[in-house]
């Protein structure tokens, strides 16, 4: 009995220890679930087992990789089962190339509708293809694996694809100017734009491709087919497309109207009582329509060799230089005054750039003398009936003319007789006078038949520039000449007893001659000089310019060259200054101006700046430096 009890026992642990065993679940699945199939499918297995996996695609499916607790691209593949696993199939699409190629000009644009965008499309990815014919050309067909003049083409990529898209050059009726221009002037800058004419009437531009041909040379071919004028005349251009052509003409003129005038010109002074409206011309002559033609100016000591452009900057930069100083200098005893108010306000009203000007020969020169300095001057009547000057100054009150010039002479250094040639001579007196009421009051030769005459007097100043590349100076030189007609017109209408309230009381020249000393002196000498233009003097002489009258019980101070040039002057910016210009602005300032409140003899001297300013009704009205 005792041993069947045991044998019981034995039985019972047996079967208890064999359902103890440990088992693991594995899942499998496939990426994308269409992709493909994993075998053998999920289940459980014992600890420890190892499962073979395989990886079976679907049609236009391939095999990529393991994924989960399998990973790599062994196909089939064991796992081991030590725990619950999870392992998935990963499954791609075949990839077919669609290769393109171009025939003509033109290009195919390719949109992906289904799939991102690759090098090559998987299996199943539509495909839009846009052909994108360059200008003047169109889409003519599809050819290789597929034939169509589709367009667009919508194609399923499910195996490689060979295509060609092929663009064909349309055919042009005909060539047109779109922007054409009757004229254009030395230095101008230019491209024609030329349209072609499709069958269907549609249009591309030519203009790059077209060849250019100027008969007349007188026009200079730049890059890309832009232009420039280099001379005057009737250009005859021919213009070549293929086997297209059009004939054109255009005229080249000597001068440009400026429309837009420099920042620096464009704006008087602020609370200016009197309104100067002036003019400029600029003679910047040239052989290319790019660079300044240094056979024609020279300069003084060398070949300038610099570039219209950089003409135009320095010569803007010297007519500022000349305005700020006439309305800087109509301050009466601004000196040191940042407040002070102008009384006269340089308005430029017009700027002319002339590239070619008519001469004749100088008005101041005998025959005798040209034959041996020859020398010309502008012929300016034709100059003027150009510019339309009789309405400029009848019309619209221009007094002044600043005419800049390379003056050129056979006496400067840069001479050469090889390419220097009398027939380009050109110089221009310092200040010319034209008045219907006194003639020629001027500082230079004082001829009352080189200037066409009007209603109205105006004065032309003969600006020279052809140090403005050598020397500093050219600036305080123009400045100076000018000054020089102040001084005459302002003595002209002294009707003192021989002319004393100008000459002795004011400038201080002694009745019985020699230099101006003292007082306020002029142009060439400051009231401490010794000989002409001695504006650098450091010796200190005492003078009753800052508080001239003219019996002289102004408060007389200790004066020399570092009184005018630490005074307060501003310059404009790049405006070269020096002592002479310093010198002529202090004496400026000088003059009797607005609300002087001096007198001469018990009478009251009046604005002197309207006398100048004012020729004509000075003149018609006989005033003179004081109130009647």
Same mark, same amino acid.
């Given at each position: 009995?005792?041993k069947?009890?045991?044998?019981?026992?034995?039985?019972?642990?047996?079967?208890s220890?064999?359902?103890e065993i440990?088992?693991?679940?594995?899942t499998v699945?496939?990426?994308?679930?269409? =992709?493909?199939?994993? !075998?053998?499918?999920?289940?459980? *297995?014992?600890? =420890?087992?190892s499962?073979?996996?395989?990886?079976?695609?679907?049609?236009?499916?391939?095999?990529?990789? /393991?994924?989960?607790?399998l990973?790599?691209t062994?196909?089939?593949?064991?796992?081991?089962?030590?725990k619950d696993?999870?392992?998935s199939?990963?499954?791609?699409?075949?990839?077919?190339?669609?290769?393109?190629?171009?025939e003509?000009?033109?290009?195919?644009?390719?949109?992906?509708?289904?799939?991102?965008?690759?090098?090559?499309?998987?299996?199943?990815?539509?495909?839009?293809?846009?052909?994108?014919?360059?200008?003047?050309w169109?889409f003519?067909g /599809?050819?290789?694996?597929?034939?169509?003049?589709?367009?667009?083409?919508?194609? !399923?990529i499910?195996?490689?694809?060979n295509?060609?898209?092929?663009?064909?050059?349309?055919?042009?009726?005909?060539?047109q100017?779109?922007?054409?221009?009757?004229?254009?002037?030395?230095?101008?800058?230019?491209?024609?734009?030329?349209?072609?004419?499709?069958?269907d009437g549609?249009?591309?531009?030519?203009?790059?491709?077209?060849?250019?041909?100027?008969?007349?040379?007188?026009?200079?071919?730049?890059?890309?087919?832009?232009?420039?004028?280099?001379?005057t005349?009737?250009?005859?251009?021919?213009?070549?497309h293929?086997?297209?052509?059009i004939?054109?003409?255009?005229?080249?003129?000597?001068?440009?109207?400026?429309?837009?005038?420099?920042?620096?010109?464009?704006?008087?002074?602020?609370n200016?009582?009197?309104?100067?409206?002036?003019?400029?011309?600029?003679?910047?002559?040239?052989?290319?329509?790019i660079?300044?033609?240094?056979?024609r100016?020279? =300069?003084? &000591?060398?070949?300038?060799?610099k570039?219209?452009?950089?003409?135009?900057?320095?010569?803007?930069?010297?007519?500022?230089?000349?305005?700020?100083?006439?309305?800087?200098?109509?301050?009466?005893?601004?000196?040191?005054?940042?407040?002070?108010?102008? *009384?006269?306000?340089?308005?430029?009203?017009?700027?002319?750039?002339f590239?070619?000007i008519?001469?004749?020969?100088?008005?101041?020169?005998?025959?005798?003398?040209?034959?041996?300095?020859?020398?010309n001057?502008?012929?300016?009547?034709?100059?003027?009936?150009?510019?339309?000057?009789k309405?400029?100054?009848?019309?619209?009150?221009?007094?002044?003319?600043?005419?800049?010039?390379?003056?050129f002479h056979?006496?400067?250094?840069?001479?050469?007789?090889?390419?220097?040639?009398?027939? +380009? &001579?050109?110089?221009?007196?310092?200040?010319?006078?034209?008045?219907p009421?006194?003639?020629?009051?001027?500082?230079?030769?004082?001829?009352?038949?080189?200037?066409?005459?009007?209603?109205?007097?105006?004065?032309?100043? =003969?600006?020279?520039?052809?140090?403005?590349?050598?020397?500093?100076?050219?600036?305080?030189?123009?400045?100076?000449?000018r000054?020089?007609?102040?001084?005459?017109?302002?003595?002209?209408?002294?009707?003192?007893?021989?002319?004393?309230?100008?000459?002795?009381?004011?400038v201080?020249?002694?009745?019985?001659?020699?230099?101006?000393?003292g007082?306020?002196g002029?142009?060439?000498?400051?009231?401490?000089?010794?000989?002409?233009?001695? *504006?650098?003097?450091?010796?200190?002489? +005492?003078? @009753?310019?800052?508080?001239w009258?003219? @019996?002289?019980?102004?408060?007389?101070k200790?004066?020399?060259?570092?009184?005018?040039?630490?005074?307060?002057?501003n /310059?404009p910016?790049?405006?070269?200054?020096?002592s002479?210009s310093? /010198?002529?602005?202090?004496?400026?300032?000088?003059?009797?101006?607005?609300?002087?409140?001096?007198?001469?003899?018990?009478k009251?001297?009046?604005n002197?700046?309207?006398?100048?300013?004012?020729?004509?009704?000075?003149i018609?009205?006989?005033k003179?430096l004081?109130?009647?």
């Open positions: 009995m005792k069947i009890i045991n044998l019981l026992v034995i039985a019972i642990l047996s079967t220890c064999s359902k440990l088992q693991h679940k594995l699945d496939a990426i994308p679930s269409n =992709g493909g199939s994993v !075998t053998p499918p999920s289940n459980s *297995y014992e600890n =420890g087992q499962v073979n996996l395989l990886a079976t695609p679907a049609g236009e499916y391939v095999f990529k990789e /393991w994924k989960g607790d990973t790599g062994l196909n089939p593949s064991t796992i081991i089962i030590d696993k999870q392992a199939g990963v499954f791609e699409k075949r990839q077919y190339p669609l290769n393109l190629t171009i003509g000009n033109g290009t195919v644009k390719e949109e992906i509708i289904a799939v991102a965008s690759q090098s090559q499309y998987p299996s199943g990815t539509t495909v839009r293809l846009t052909p994108q014919p360059l200008e003047g169109e003519s /599809w050819s290789g694996d597929i034939k169509s003049n589709d367009n667009p083409l919508t194609i !399923t499910k195996n490689a694809v295509l060609k898209a092929s663009f064909v050059e349309k055919k042009i009726l005909s060539i100017i779109e922007n054409s221009i009757d004229s254009i002037y030395v230095s101008q800058k230019f491209k024609l734009k030329i349209l072609g004419i499709f069958e549609s249009k591309t531009d030519l203009s790059n491709s077209v060849q250019i041909t100027y008969e007349n040379k007188l026009i200079n071919p730049l890059p890309d087919n832009f232009f420039v004028g280099v001379k005349g009737i250009e005859k251009i021919k213009i070549i293929k086997n297209k052509i004939n054109t003409s255009l005229k080249v003129t000597s001068f440009e109207d400026v429309k837009i005038i420099d920042e620096k010109l464009n704006s008087t002074a602020l200016t009582k009197l309104r100067v409206p002036v003019i400029i011309i600029n003679y910047i002559p040239t052989n290319d329509g660079n300044l033609d240094n056979s100016a020279p =300069g003084v &000591f060398r070949l300038p060799n570039t219209i452009v950089d003409v135009k900057l320095a010569l803007n930069t010297l007519s500022s230089g000349i305005k700020f100083s006439a309305e800087e200098g109509s301050k009466f005893r601004g000196y040191n005054s940042k407040t002070a108010s102008s *009384y006269v306000g340089i308005d430029v009203v017009k700027q002319f750039n590239y070619e008519p001469l004749q020969k100088a008005f101041f020169k005998s025959q005798q003398e040209y034959l041996t300095d020859p020398m001057e502008p012929d300016y009547t034709k100059i003027f009936e150009m510019i339309n000057l309405y400029l100054v009848e019309i619209m009150g221009v007094k002044e003319i600043w005419f800049n010039v390379s003056h056979k006496g400067l250094t840069t001479f050469d007789p090889k390419i220097h040639k009398p027939e +380009n &001579f050109v110089v221009l007196p310092e200040s010319n006078m034209s008045s009421t006194t003639g020629d009051i001027s500082n230079s030769f004082r001829q009352n038949n080189d200037l066409p005459i009007f209603k109205n007097t105006y004065v032309v100043y =003969g600006f020279n520039y052809n140090g403005a590349f050598d020397v500093i100076d050219f600036i305080p030189n123009n400045i100076h000449l000054s020089h007609q102040i001084e005459v017109q302002i003595s002209y209408l002294d009707r003192s007893p021989e002319k004393e309230l100008w000459y002795n009381k004011f201080g020249i002694p009745k019985s001659g020699g230099n101006p000393t007082r306020c002029n142009v060439h000498f400051p009231p401490n000089a010794v000989n002409d233009y001695d *504006y650098n003097n450091l010796t200190y002489v +005492n003078s @009753d310019i800052e508080d009258k003219p @019996d002289g019980t102004g408060l007389f200790k004066i020399n060259k570092n009184t005018w040039n630490n005074y307060y002057f /310059w910016q790049n405006v070269f200054n020096d002479q310093n /010198w002529l602005l202090y004496w400026y300032q000088s003059i009797p101006g607005q609300y002087n409140g001096l007198e001469y003899n018990g009251k001297l009046v002197w700046w309207d006398l100048f300013y004012n020729w004509d009704d000075s018609k009205n006989k003179t004081w109130v009647e």
